[in-house]
């Protein structure tokens, strides 16, 4: 059982250029978020999904776009990196709001 | 009033001792609430839900004060291995759902 997979664990990137991080889940969950940490702080909401198609954005979503096309998916992209985008960034999914969060282990992203 | 806020922290306890959180949140609408643990920023794992009545899960205990919209643990009998961060989540508008800061707890020897 496999639950939430992230990829890459760990990335570097120059200013400006783009990337994927991706999010695949195993247990037919609706709910999907994307979540960025910084240093000393808590998890910020990017971008979150209640079903295939479905995408909305959360408090911090500049620079950033998400797809859903299936149900298991929900890549993130990063089209520009700048620095303000180093940070630690965790996938999360749910069968509802009701439910606990199941992450996955999370991508340390450097932009230099 | 920010979405969800947790006490600043850190706090810092003998073993043994008693320590409680707080956490605020801003929609009164908010329906769903959460305590997460996280490790050195591994990532968080879910301690307890929150139900209105309140609940209890061995040494932890969680509270939801509807009227002054906030959440609160408490952890009974402090345990080295209770060293970490603990992270309230709420869902801020339906389906999105909301972390505080995370308030860092040191238990000593």
């Known amino acids: 059982n496999a639950g939430v997979t992230q990829t890459p664990k760990f990335r570097i990137l120059k200013i400006g250029q783009s990337m994927t991080l991706q999010c695949t889940q195993d247990?037919?969950?609706?709910?999907m978020y994307w979540y960025r940490q910084d240093p000393g702080m808590g998890l910020k909401l990017i971008y979150y999904s209640v079903g295939a198609g479905i995408t909305d954005k959360g408090e911090v979503p500049n620079g950033y776009n998400v797809s859903r096309s299936t149900t298991e998916d929900f890549p993130l992209r990063l089209e520009l990196a700048a620095p303000s985008q180093t940070s630690v960034y965790f996938c999360?999914?749910?069968?509802?709001?009701?439910?606990?969060?199941?992450f996955g282990s999370g991508t340390q992203l450097s932009v230099l | 009033r920010k979405e969800v806020e947790q006490d600043p922290g850190p706090f810092n306890v003998p073993e043994g001792a008693t320590v409680a959180f707080n956490c605020t949140y801003s929609n009164s609408a908010s329906q769903s609430f959460f305590w997460y643990r996280q490790d050195c920023r591994k990532e968080p794992k879910l301690l307890m839900s929150?139900?209105?009545s309140g609940n209890e899960d061995g040494r932890f205990t969680a509270q939801l004060n509807r009227a002054s919209q906030y959440i609160s643990l408490l952890i009974r009998d402090s345990k080295l291995s209770d060293s970490a961060t603990y992270l309230c989540v709420v869902n801020y508008h339906n389906n999105d759902m909301r972390f505080g800061a995370g308030t860092r707890l040191t238990v000593k020897p």
């Open positions: 929150v139900y209105s």
């Open positions: 247990m037919n969950h609706n709910y």
């Open positions: 999360a999914s749910s069968y509802s709001t009701n439910e606990k969060l199941f």
